[in-house]
């Protein structure tokens, strides 16, 4: 049991590798930014406040436009947070800041994933 879900971590690890490396380049996709900074809220949707926060600090030369943040519950299947289409949506209309939330599809056992990931964007770009 350990080693199978040992196996499906890694393949999972992989397969979200070869998704950034075949994805193309933020600078390409987006060739006014400058700077990008993603700030990620996450909390159960039964708790207020945020239960896990992190700043990703984006290095726009050489980072894939992709956005995609794992579900923080490690017992979570098929989970995590694909924001690529509304990020890059608020980069191309030049958006100085943005946020949303975006529900983990995941499941738990039996039951649904109830995670909500809010993120904050703060971006640059080229005067
Ligand atoms: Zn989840």
Redesign the pocket.
Same mark, same amino acid.
């Given at each position: 049991m350990m080693r199978r879900q040992g196996r499906e971590v890694t393949l999972r690890t992989a397969e979200r590798r070869q998704r950034e490396d075949e994805a193309p380049r933020l600078a390409v996709t987006i060739p006014a930014l400058r700077g990008l900074r993603l700030q990620v809220l996450e909390h159960s949707s039964n708790i207020a406040r945020p239960e896990y926060a992190h700043v990703r600090h984006v290095v726009v030369a050489s980072a894939p436009a992709l956005f995609v943040v794992p #579900?923080?519950?490690k017992d #979570?299947?098929e *989970? *995590?947070h694909d924001l690529t289409l509304e990020v890059l949506a608020a980069l191309r209309r030049g958006n100085l800041r943005f946020e949303g939330t975006d529900a #983990?599809? *995941?499941?738990?056992g039996s039951a649904g994933?109830?995670?909500i990931l809010g993120y904050v964007g703060v971006a640059t770009y080229q005067a």
């Open positions: #579900c923080s519950d #979570c299947k *989970g *995590g #983990c599809r *995941g499941t738990i994933c109830s995670r």
